[in-house]
C-alpha cells in the first residue's frame, strides 16, 4: 500500500508542488491549509506522516505538533521559511522528528521524508531480536516504541526519541559522538553547531527523570558525545 501524507501549508503554490512531485514518488497526498483542517484530515486520511509549516493562520506549526505529540506517535517533518538554529531546536523539542527550512530542494525533501519512513518502520533494524530492554527501572519496548517506567506508566516516545534512546540503550557504556547519534536521528552528518542531539538528549533526559545537572543514567562524556550508564537486560 502507498504510504499517505499530509501536508500542512497555507501556500497553495508549495502545497501543489508537493503533491505533484510526491505523488509521482507513489505517495499518496493530502493537504490542509490551517490546524482546523489538519485535524479534520488526521481521522480522515489517516497518515503515516505529516509535513507541517511553522507559520500557519490560526494556531502555529510548533502549537499543532505539541498538541498532537502529546497524544501521538505520527511522524512530524517540519517545514519553514525561518531557518535560523533557534527554529529549529524549538520545532525538535516540540515533538518533531526532522526539520527542513525554505527553500528547499524537492529531493533532499523526499530523502528526508524516506528516511523518517523507513525509521518509524524498522525502529529496531540494526538491534539484536529482542522484544524489550530494560535499565535502571525503564523498559524500552521495541515494539510500541515507547518507555514504561518501574510503576507499568507509559511514556510515549517521538521517532527521534526512540531511535536515539535505543542505540544508547542497546550499546550501554559505549560513547557516541553526536555525529554518530545524529547518523541514528537523522540519516546525515551534524554540522559544527548543530545542536539536534543536544536537544533530544535533554528531551530524553526529561523523559527519564535524570537530573540535567547530575546526570545518572544518560552521561555527557566531555568533548566526545554520550553514553547510557547502565546495565540492561533483553527480553526476546
Known sequence: MDKKILVVDDDPELTQLL???????????????DGVAMQALLER????????????????????????RARSRLPILMLTARGDDMDRIIGLEMGADDYLPKPFNPRELLARVRSILRRAENPGAQALPARALHFAGWTLDLAAR????????VVALSTGEFRVLHLLVDTPNCVFSRDQLMDALAGREAGPTDRTIDVMISRLRRRLNDDARDPALIKTVRSEGYMLAAKVERQT
Open 19 to 33: 503533491e505533484d512531485y510526491l505523488g509521482r514518488q507513489g505517495y499518496q497526498l493530502a493537504t490542509a491549509a
Open 45 to 68: 486520511f489517516q497518515p503515516d506522516l505529516l509535513i507541517l509549516d511553522l507559520m500557519l493562520p490560526g494556531e502555529d506549526g510548533l502549537t499543532l505538533c505539541r498538541n498532537l
Open 146 to 153: 515507547h518507555l514504561i517506567d518501574a510503576d507499568g506508566i
